[in-house]
């Protein structure tokens, strides 16, 4: 009975991370994926995904920086993962568009054997959390950063869900679960763009007991590095072979693998 049932813990354990699912609409051109002859190899889907592989490297960074637990996006995918072996990158039976799974692009099994705290994009959904005093009675604050339009400098951390720039639609947000919140109980802060990690911690410390910071549009934007060299190190080996590669091109396989923080210059 209890087999597949998920300790409590993992649904109330520490403060959550989520990034929306917002995805630009100029990466996803599923019009194009569908010229791919076989064998062929899909610029515009890899493109789609790397962007997404390094969008949740970045959400991971910022996870590990504000000791919380990341809540994937869903993934959306415009070719199947064995695209060389299919004509026009699905076998008739997706819709382009689609939502791939988790290990089309990601090695679930290294995350856990490296003890990456992670769950899946529907966490916020699931029914469990409706019956957890915690997440009940416990007053919740919804940060939201966004990049406004003609201020490419700086992002926007609010309560409550103001607008971003076009994306895809964002449903992660049961009714059943958050109140919704007024625009007179909205407060805001302005963060600016390329912060480092001590900077991330100074600036989000008086929301350290918020149980979910959601994260919208400005991700890659938000954040710059560690500052400490050998934080910088440790998290490249970190993210090693924690992506998949898809199959095939006439070299090789195509590699998806997270890119590398830079050293930041000492001060």
Known sequence: HGLWQDAPEYYSKGGFLVLEDQVPRGLIKAEESLKVPKGGTPHEHLALVQWQVDRIRTGLALARTLNRTLVLPPLHCTCDRWFNLLPNCTSGEVTLPFLCPSDHLFRLNNWIAKDIAFREYSFLDNPTLRSLPEWQSASHTLLKVCAPAGNAQQIYITHGLPACRPMLPSSFVPDTIWPSITSDDRK????PTGLTDVQIKQNLAAYRDVKVIA???????LFRGFENIQDTFEFNRLTDELTEDWCCRKNGTVSHR???FLALPQQ
């Open 188 to 191: 805001a802060k302005w963060v």
């Open 258 to 260: 997270m890119s590398k």
């Open 215 to 221: 994260i919208g549009d400005g991700v890659l934007q």
